[in-house]
């Protein structure tokens, strides 16, 4: 059974919006942060934002402002809504842990946004 299935994903126009989900499981949920993540062609991946089991969201500095991060416990849900998206937001997008547990990435999915 998957830790993460990411889904939301797809091709959107420079200045719309998009909602991504991360579905994981109940004990991730409450034992760990919960990052969302981009790898774009070429670069490395790297963190967007994290929620944490019992604390609030923290964004990235070049998140801050178009990105939110939420959650849904009852759900076992994590989103990552986009917001005024632009080119440079077209990468594969992940959640895992925070710090990331390397057994649990998933297949990601893909934001394409097009000009």
């Known amino acids: 059974q998957a830790h993460v299935a990411e889904s939301g994903g797809g091709e959107v126009q420079v200045g719309g919006s998009l909602t991504l989900s991360c579905v994981t499981t109940?004990?991730?949920?409450?034992?760990?942060?919960v990052g969302w993540y981009r790898q774009a062609p070429g670069e490395q991946r790297t963190l967007i934002a994290r929620?944490?089991?019992?604390?609030?969201?923290d964004y990235e500095d070049f998140a801050r402002g178009r990105f939110t991060i939420s959650r849904d416990t009852a759900k076992n849900t994590v989103y990552l809504q986009m917001d005024d998206v632009r080119t440079e937001d077209t990468a594969v997008y992940y959640c895992?842990?925070?710090?990331?547990?390397?057994?649990?990435w998933g297949q990601g999915t893909q934001v394409t946004v097009s000009s």
């Open positions: 109940e004990t991730i949920l409450e034992t760990y942060p």
């Open positions: 929620i944490s089991p019992y604390g609030g969201p």
């Open positions: 895992n842990t925070n710090p990331p547990l390397p057994t649990i």
